[in-house]
């Protein structure tokens, strides 16, 4: 074992590869392009804010607001688009800068309320669907040119569709890899999630880091938003229900630890398409029901969550023996 | 014995009295009682039975908070029992044996949830979260994903009935509350659930079982969402795993904390946080009454925490606590010549 | 001089934790801080690297005044700090560790190569052999405290503070630790090591200085001070006016009374080494020893807050069950610990419920006390304990060290316990308080309660104790009794050169 922390990595993808080969036996020809580039349009709004959902979970932070903060986006978008003659793209750059303010806003009471981000951002959460319902409570559907534009696609050898926001999903995650893993903020993620004391102690600048994890989250959040609506092409204010813990689950299941401190950006990728696997399993299967999702991922959740605490009790173990 | 009991609650009684003057002044109509068939019908009825779920939630997160915890699946209990309780009366196992499943199954997930945090040590927020992602799926696979309405009388009774002139959720969460605060308050329970939460350690070292504590809590929590889970169900004659008991546990937390209860865990008052529930029942009516659509409640609960937050924080605390002796010290010096007189 | 600190002193809360210190440190030289908890090394290093803001003195570096507000102030300044507990990141990678906030870049992306070569220059002359990129965690506390080490010395290249570096250390990886401490002062750092292990600062140190009770006692060349008078300079020897002398004859031999408690071979690996303990009825025991001997530890098996691997207790029934502190308290124990914040003290319950907070455990929640009789007890122990409080319902978090000390003394005493265990039960209280406590002891005992006291402060224990148990390098190694019990002897019986060559260094 070089590295424990690669540990969950591999279990991750071990899981996903199990999955894999699970449903290529029961059925050999769900491996076509098409239920593959579905795979990616379906979850493309799932993994970008999961994107965001990592790097707090690194810094060993939560934001709940996120699921709230994506049907906001829909609905935003789409009364703006309704009641203005704004272009998309000017529409698009409004809301993001909006939801990164409100990300911001959230970890600036973080840091200067020194209260767990969990509470913080639950407030977060009731405000964006609030804000939400008071913009629209009704269904409002997206009729823009652009947004045909928006929702083409390339068509693959075998009929498969790989749409622009499944592409914006990947390149995100790319982006993603390259924050977390090649730059300075994401080198103080990992160290905040490993102590916080002690990354102060080494010249993090707390206020700002925080600020920025939620900022940045907050980002991913409206980025998400808008791949959604582009997905539905319309915006609603009680959709996305739920979506925080969806995203929790696949960063959780891509084997990061929840805590903080240790877990990689690829590993939330291929969390994220496992739990689209599962889904794409149960469409298949057709006599099973879609409950069996979530707890298939409740269960998953836990196991990851059991295998990180064995991990540490064991090099914790290791430690006292060794320097006993 | 009444007397501090009485000040504890001032905040949010003259909260709760504040809000409901506020809301008579602009609408009259809110006072209203009247009498129709042997039972009290009128606005401020509405809003103590409507605050039946969150109020009863928030009996059980007072004590899991005051440990220092947090349970985040409540909502999810609420659905899992209240479709235990309505496939039972469905599958014709009678309306006893319907209500014992079903808080059964409640306490059953407290348990889980209590185990994860006392004995595998995982972080209350994180142990409830799997039971939060979990929870609705296993309701939904009693209900085999429907809403499973059902017709027995007796069962729709707890949602809808009306027992001495008040309706039955009254009195459920108002003797719920009276019941466990005398159990915690007249036996030790109370003082010990404080200790642990706000010293385990030295609480261990008195020889508190720390460990049995905690999942008691966390079983009471799940107890208490069995119950809410009756009420809603019974409320609307059908299991929906979906909806019943959404975003509930916010509620409840909110209930809590604006009851004063520390998220840090320590001294806490089941009465205030029951007060709380009935504040937060209260600004929903008033919304209702002033016209605006319910969506404006999450925004208003939003700012309510937040400013609750801002005063709880242990960082702006500082500037609060240092304020508070300031003013002590200051009323202490005022009373010491005055004590200090009759001694000789 | 590289550094002198001149007149430094630091209250708090009313306490003076610095009496107007002097300390210097030369350059090359490796300048040993000692002292028991308490002493104010730990206040001194923090004021040194800006943790803490000193009340009044100067501090000077290189003849120029400084005033650290920060700890990366200080380490600008050249004053670098490694602490005993690693003050690194365990999940980041060793090279992640060294360059952290200062990691090349290109395009503004982190250049990997870059990173991993400038590391390496890093650890260049440590003589580590190890792969940058591996996780910190992987690897050993030693080789964690070298790369803490190397990265100090390349932020901050003038002053090195090792704060108990060694305390997780086995002896060869002492040996190469020291092999670092030696080069990096040969290169001309000033490296200020505090360690209270005392063969090891005999082996490194060029000078020593030893605090006590906030004030320096003494500085002094390593090869002209002697160990004994060095211990006697960290534990204090003049007689402190307030602690009687016992009163010589009214010493009965307690050795010819039953035995309450017999531990027989009672042992934790790497916590203390198993021993032998007899506690007869009525006796009390001294623990002597140096922070970090093993004297807290012994005391925790014993109550069961670890659990010993080796080893049985019994009492005159037969054997007992001390694998927890609820089995330990049915057995009849007590124990006020030494960190009374932490283990003792429930901070926002009042007085009243701290004193019958262990009373109320063993009863179990189902038989709570009346309120009048813990009224009753709680206004019974403010009395005779002379708890100095407005009143029984006040919150014992706002009540001074002394006093809450004696609620958890009355915690114990409600229970009427058969063993007491007091670990430190005068540290931090104000000379008053001291003498009462001591004299609480003396009561206790007198009344037939078996006590086991751990104190640093060897007046004050032989004033209290029939026989002592000299602790030393994780060993009980010495007991005395009768006119043994001297500071003198037990001084010498702590000094004494290690017999077990493994663990010295």
Known sequence: MTNARLLPLFATIAIFMLALVICFIQFPNMFSTRVLGNLLTDNAYLGIVAVGMTVVILAGGIDLSVGSVIAFSGVFIAVVLRDTGLHPMVVFAMLLAITTAFGAAMGGLVHALVMPGFIVTLAGMFLARGAAYMLSIDSVPIQHEFYDVLQSYILLPGRGRLTLIGITMLVVFVIGMLIVHKTRFGTAVYAFGGGEATARLMGVRQGRVTVMIYAFSGFMAGLSGIVFSIYTGSGYSLATVGTELTAIAAVVIGGTLLTGGAGYMFGTFIGVLTMGLIQVYIVFDGTLSSWWTKIVIGALVLAFILLQKALLHLARRGNEVAYA | ?344 | MLLTVKNLSKSFLGSRALDAVDFDLAAGEVHALLGENGAGKSTLIKCLTGAYHRDAGTIALEGEAIDPRSTSQAQDLGIGTVYQEVNLLPNLTVAQNLTFGREPTRFGLIDARARTRLAREMLDGYGLDIDVNRDLGAYSVAIQQIVAIARAVSLSGKVLILDEPTASLDAREVEMLFKVVRDLRDRGLGIVFISHFLDQVFTISDRITVLRNGRRIVTEDTARIDRVKLIEHMLGHALESEVEARAGAAAPEKGGRPIAFSFRNIGRQGVIEPFDLDIHEGEVVGLAGLLGSGRTESAELLYGIRTAQTGEARDANGPINIRNPRAAIAAGFGFAPEDRKTDGIVADLTIRENIVLALQASKGWMRPIPRAEQNRLADEYIEKLDIRTTGREKLIGELSGGNQQKVILARWLAMNPRFLILDEPTRGIDVGAHAEIVRLIRALNEKGMSLLVISSELEELIAVSDRIIVVRDRRHVAELAGDQMTTDTIVRAIAAPDANPEEAA
């Open chain 2, 1 to 344: 014995m009444i007397f501090p009991v009485l000040r504890r609650v001032a905040p949010q009684l003259i909260t709760l009295f504040a809000l409901i003057v506020l809301i008579t002044l602009i609408f009259p109509s809110f006072l209203n009682l009247s009498l129709v068939d042997g039972r009290l019908v009128g606005p401020l009825v509405d809003a103590a039975k409507r605050s039946a779920p969150v109020a009863l939630l928030a009996v059980g997160m007072t004590l899991v908070i005051a440990t220092k915890g947090i349970d985040l699946s409540v909502g999810a209990i609420i659905a899992i029992c209240g479709a235990s309780a309505a496939w039972a009366v469905g599958a014709g196992y009678g309306l006893g044996p319907a209500l014992l499943i079903a808080l059964s199954a409640g306490i059953a997930c407290g348990l889980w949830n209590g185990v994860l945090v006392a004995i595998v040590g995982i972080q209350p927020f994180v142990a409830t979260l799997i039971l939060m992602t979990a929870g609705r799926g296993i309701a939904q696979l009693i209900t085999e994903g429907r809403i499973l309405t059902f017709t027995d009388p007796g069962f729709a009774w707890i949602g809808s009935g009306t027992l001495l002139g008040l309706p039955v959720p009254v009195w459920l969460w108002f003797s719920t509350a009276v019941l466990m605060a005398l159990i915690l308050r007249r036996t030790a329970l109370g003082m010990l659930i404080e200790a642990v939460g706000i010293n385990r350690r030295a609480s261990a070292l008195s020889g508190v079982n720390a460990r049995v504590l905690l999942i008691a809590v966390y079983a009471v929590a799940g107890f208490c969402a069995a119950l809410a889970g009756l009420v809603v169900t019974a409320d609307i004659r059908g299991a929906d795993a979906n909806n019943a008991g959404l975003w509930l546990e916010l509620d409840a937390i909110l209930a809590v904390v604006i009851g004063g209860n520390s998220l840090l865990g320590g001294r806490f008052s089941i009465a205030a946080s029951v007060i709380g529930a009935l504040i937060i029942q209260t600004i929903n009516a008033g919304i209702l009454l002033a016209g605006f659509p319910p969506e404006y409640n999450l925004v208003i609960k939003a700012a309510l925490v937040v400013v609750i937050l801002v005063v709880q924080s242990p960082s702006l605390g500082g500037h609060f606590a240092f304020l508070r002796t300031a003013l002590l010290s200051r009323r202490e010096a005022r009373h010491a010549p005055q004590t200090e007189e009759p001694k000789p």
